[in-house]
């Protein structure tokens, strides 16, 4: 092959390319907003705040809450960025990686409860929040929920968002279709315990062959872990010296021995929460029911209707029932103003107003995630709640009972690393690739793992 | 494709007067060719056909197969997805990739014919140390190190932070110097020397013009690369300013069952180094085939 | 692009940009400058890649083997241990597993990959109408993103919702979940792998092929050589250095494969819920980036660069023996 002009060109022309390309660089890239100067509670030049959460479907809840803010905060705009639906594996991961590197965090950031031991031993990470006027929150909040927000400095960092809470969630046409009743009165009375719950699994198996009862071990797993540690001592994976407790808990046992039963009934549909198939699977139609803490019903909402885009997908095809095994607290959140931020006043003003009752019943309208402060909780707005959307569920009845009596479970440090790597024995052994009788030696190992680090 | 093995029968009963010709391509290797071709191109058909479908026809099944009406709206939607930050991927990756390659094929040159056509003590040395150098995949095993350097400059989040560490690139070096040794006979660096040329005259005049398939061989590649990197920007780059491959992975995190955003932003992507290939597609194809027996 | 240095094929001297008109003109700076110019020139030229190796090549190796030696906190402070680290290392099932699955997968990509590719350049060697159109066909991939094909592919291997389940579903197969085992996730990432990568090595090996005088073939074929005894006993043995070429190359992008695993598992790091297709890259970014051990991450990355040597040696040294060790 002979060298000919035309590819001398090519290079020729390449080069112009890359050099005009370049060029561009002086004025490209970036993207830092400019410093609002000082800080006052109006700033006289535009600033936005980024907001940062994690959770499927509508998540944290706060678009409404948010345009709220915007419209009437016209020099303070409010960006809302839901990063990811997964928080153990994806999100606190990667904002841990940001605060360390003192860039990249939002200025506000939602963190979840099994984040909150790791933010609290880490006061360098965060803005103290007394230094703007929030020590006067604290008669909002349940003792348990302020508490959780005070770092190993003993400053105020986090402020409470909302709380778990429990149901169940189910398809009433895929009921219909087994022959089970609708009703959700009715549907409780089915599973008095969770061994009534597995019995109607399999019935309903026995009468619907192409979609699963339950949506895979590890939801379940959860709310059985939440309702079981309260029993225990309100500890789950860690005590309160922060010592590995799974082999000691036996909560850890209970939620562990009851995922296996629900593995061996056969009434799984092995999908992993918080991944895309089983989001996918949530639209199609995949399984019947899904553990629903509050802001669960958010995630089947927003998930199902497409973020809101087809408002009356799947509307009046999901209801809310009660849960077998009394309440549960599985998540729950918290807001936090990173160091990093540039206008730590501005977003200690925003943390504010999103974990305020008024906002927090906002969020709860929208995603279903029950307020953590207490005039929210009394106020009538929850307690008489319906959920259109869910077949008219009343919510309030079915939430607020319990809401304020919800156990508060200490989690440990190194909470959300144990959570992502035992949870993959429960989905390995909901999957098949770990064999039922060696997963509960796994799922020690692997905690021991990330405990002895 | 395993057919194409038996492709080179050609000498069956009924071949036609190609039978005098071995190097005619049969029926067969043409059938074969073709389904290459097919799996070649379907997944971009497809990714096609999802990003013109809404999200819901993404997963139904049987899978949808042609495009739907939806390409225009799911582009709008890409754009006005704020917190993709997509343009500013786009953006952001041509500008890494084009100073990426614009310094490695400068570096390389230079380097390339150094080694190639100029005599200095400790020449083999420093080649040899340079071929060392090409077998350790720096960006991935120096990662830690790394990390902790571009947050001690506070550069995490930024771009220089994902172009510095990738201007280093043994295997272009390398490739230069075959190249230069190929391209630039001895006696030509001479007879300019008589002529009272200096080194860098040298360079400019009688290497960069002789070396240049060379270069865009190693422009392309060096490009390509740099385009495709994840690792390194998924960890030092933040959401707000990514480049074009964590763009697409942010996306797909913060609209998980999006498929039909997802695929378009994807399609998006592709779309800029798709049009190059297929508009300087003879000029790539021929540029590529010749470096790779030059070098 | 082949490993051979020297191959001694002079090619075509392009004209001199200065002709000889100039030959009786003195040289300029002759004497202390034009010396300075011929001793230090040339270390100039090759400065700036030593330069950049110093900064961000040598400085972060040995930086790594330094924190290699620690143990770290998030944010806190960093302890000497000694071997501590290198110790654990080789007691952890975790990272020979993801050994194991970075060379198998490596091993299921690259293999069928070459010979693909060698096939494929055999034929694209023929003559045939539209040789360009083929030649692009084949090439297409090569300009598709890595995050686009793990996300078109990730979707096509769908368990509940796949084309690749709903095609195999027409010859009887249940559906797959293809992340769940090793065989599975391993052909579905080999797949990604070779989709974009087989064109490119074709065209390489296509190019080469067509360096091969004819006359050798017709030669051969004279003495009865069926074409497949050519493709082998000829194409393939002078391809050699092209070959030993792709290997290399290969073996250090296959090793050190992270995007398509990644992207296969909806981003995470843990490549499955038994880290089924978890590579050592991924466990290098689960180690240093997600459980933020930096020291044990460190140690893994070596481990890596002792993987890659010896994935080159092995190949090397393998690869050269095509066609009878010529």
């Known amino acids: 092959m002979m060298i000919n002009k035309r590819r001398g060109r090519l290079a020729a022309a390449a080069v112009v390319m890359a050099t005009t390309l370049g060029m561009t660089a002086a004025c490209g890239g970036g993207g830092e907003e400019t410093a609002g100067g000082g800080s006052s509670s109006a700033p006289a030049e535009k600033i936005t705040l980024t907001l940062q959460t994690f959770g499927g479907g509508t998540n944290f809840g706060y678009k409404a809450a948010v345009e709220k803010w915007n419209a009437e905060h016209p020099n303070i705009q409010v960006k809302y960025n839901n990063l990811t639906p997964d928080f153990e594996n994806t999100y606190w991961p990667q904002m841990l990686n940001w605060l360390q590197a003192g860039k990249g965090a939002g200025d506000v950031i939602g963190i979840d409860e099994g984040g909150m031991g790791l933010a609290k031993a880490r006061p360098q990470f965060f803005t103290d929040l007394s230094q703007y006027g929030l020590l006067n929150r604290q008669n909002d909040f349940p003792a348990w929920k302020w508490e959780n927000g005070i770092n190993a400095e003993g400053k105020l960092f986090a402020l409470g968002t909302d709380v778990g809470g429990m149901s169940v969630c189910y398809r009433k046409d895929l009921f219909e279709k087994a022959g089970l009743p609708t009703d959700r009165e009715e549907v409780a009375k089915l599973w008095p315990t969770w061994d009534d719950f597995i019995a109607t699994g399999q019935k309903f198996q026995e009468k619907v062959t192409d979609v699963k009862f339950v949506d895979g071990l590890n939801t379940w797993f959860n709310v059985v872990l939440s309702q079981e540690a309260a029993k225990n001592g309100n500890i789950s994976y860690y005590t309160k010296d922060n010592q590995l407790a799974v082999e000691t808990n036996p909560a850890v046992k209970a939620a562990f021995d009851f995922a296996v039963k629900v593995k061996q009934a ?147 440090e190194k909470h959300s690393q144990t959570k992502a790597e035992v949870e993959n024995v429960i989905l390995g052994m909901d999957d098949g690739s770990i064999p039922v009788d060696q997963a509960w030696q796994r799922f020690i190992s692997e905690a021991k793992k990330v405990a002895e680090g | 494709m395993t057919t194409i093995a038996h492709a080179g029968r050609q000498r069956r009963a009924h071949a036609r007067p190609s039978r005098r010709d071995p190097f005619a391509a049969t029926p067969l290797t043409k059938a074969a060719l073709l389904f290459t071709i097919f799996l070649s191109v379907f997944p971009l058909y497809w990714m096609v056909v999802i990003a013109s479908r809404t999200t819901a026809q993404a997963v139904d099944v049987p899978p949808p197969l042609l495009p739907g009406g939806n390409l225009g709206e799911n582009i709008a939607r890409v754009f006005a997805t704020e917190d993709a930050h997509f343009v500013t991927g786009m953006t952001n990756s041509l500008i890494v990739s084009s100073t990426v390659t614009l310094s490695v094929v400068a570096i390389s040159t230079l380097a390339g014919f150094a080694f190639a056509r100029l005599r200095f003590r400790g020449r083999k040395l420093l080649l040899g140390s340079i071929l060392l150098t090409m077998m350790v995949p720096i960006q991935q095993m120096g990662i830690v190190p790394l990390y902790q350097l571009m947050v001690n400059l506070e550069w995490t989040g930024t771009l220089q932070a994902v172009i510095l560490p990738f201007l280093l690139n043994g295997f272009g070096v390398f490739l230069m110097t075959q190249y230069t040794e190929q391209a630039v006979p001895m006696e030509l660096v001479e007879a300019a020397r008589v002529d009272g040329a200096s080194t860098m005259r040298i360079y400019w005049n009688v290497v960069l013009p002789a070396v240049r398939p060379g270069m865009a061989v190693l422009a392309l590649q060096t490009f390509m690369l740099n385009w495709n990197e994840f690792m390194w920007p998924l960890i030092v780059l933040t959401p707000d300013n990514p480049t074009v491959q964590t763009s697409i992975a942010f996306l797909t995190g913060q609209h998980t069952t999006d498929y039909a955003l997802i695929f378009t932003g994807t399609a998006l992507s592709v779309l800029p180094l798709l049009v190059v290939f297929i508009v300087f597609g003879r000029q790539i194809v021929g540029g590529l085939m010749e470096g790779a027996v030059k070098a | 692009m082949s490993l051979n240095v020297d191959t001694g094929r002079v090619r075509r001297a392009p004209t001199p940009p200065r002709g000889s008109r100039h030959a009786g003109r003195k040289p300029p700076g002759s004497g202390l400058l034009a010396r300075f110019d011929l001793r230090v020139t040339p270390y100039v030229l090759i400065s700036p890649y030593f330069l950049l190796f110093a900064v961000f090549g040598f400085f972060p190796l040995a930086f790594t083997l330094w924190t290699s030696f620690q143990k770290y906190e998030l944010a806190g402070e960093a302890r000497f241990t000694g071997l501590d680290n290198y110790v654990k290392l080789m007691g952890d099932a975790d990272f020979w597993n993801a050994v194991v699955n970075t060379v198998g997968i490596f091993i299921l990509s690259t293999i069928p990959q070459l010979i693909l590719a060698l096939l494929l350049a055999n034929a694209l060697n023929k003559r045939i109408r539209g040789r360009l159109f083929f030649r692009l066909g084949v090439l297409i991939p090569l300009v598709t993103s890595v995050v686009a094909v793990a996300v078109v592919f990730t979707q096509l291997y769908g368990r509940d919702y796949g084309m690749i389940n709903w095609v195999l579903g027409f010859f009887g197969v249940d559906n797959i979940a293809w992340q769940n085992e090793k065989w599975s996730s391993w052909l579905a990432i080999a797949t990604m792998v070779d989709w974009r990568w087989t064109g490119y090595n074709a065209i390489i090996y296509l190019a080469a092929m067509q360096t091969i005088p004819k006359d050798l073939y017709e030669a051969a074929s004279i003495d009865g050589a069926t074409p497949r005894r050519q493709f082998w006993q000829i194409t393939v043995p002078m391809l050699r250095p092209v070959i030993i070429f792709t290997v290399f190359v290969s073996t250090i992008g296959g090793l050190t494969l992270f995007a398509e695993p990644v992207l296969f598992n909806n981003g995470t790091m843990s490549g499955g819920s038994t880290g089924q297709f978890q590579t050592v890259a991924m466990y290098i970014v689960e180690k240093g980036f997600r459980q933020f051990e930096y020291g044990y991450a460190a140690t893994v990355a070596w481990m890596l660069f002792v993987l890659i040597l010896i994935g080159v040696l092995l190949n090397y040294s393998l690869v050269r023996r095509i066609g009878g060790g010529r």
Not at chain 1, 283 to 293: E, H, I, L, N, Q
Not at chain 1, 355 to 362: D, F, G, I, K, N
């Open chain 1, 266 to 412: 056969g009434i799984s549909a092995k999908l992993r929460n918080f991944q895309d198939p089983w989001l996918a699977g949530m639209r199609k139609g995949a399984f019947a029911t899904v553990g629903c803490p509050g802001w669960m019903l958010g995630v089947v909402q927003g998930t199902v209707t497409e973020d809101g885009k087809n408002a009356d997908a799947g509307k009046g095809q999901w209801d809310v029932a009660t849960v077998p095994g009394g309440s549960g607290n599985w998540g729950g959140s918290w807001l936090a103003v990173p160091k990093q931020t540039k206008h730590p006043k501005e977003a200690a003003e925003l943390l504010n107003y999103l974990t305020s009752p008024e906002a927090q019943l906002m969020a709860f309208k929208e995603g279903g995630n029950l307020p953590s402060t207490i005039p929210a909780q009394d106020s009538p707005e929850l307690q008489n709640a319906v959920n259109e959307w869910f077949s008219n569920a009343p919510i309030g009845k079915i939430f607020g009972p319990s809401v304020k009596s919800l156990p508060p479970i200490y989690l440990g």
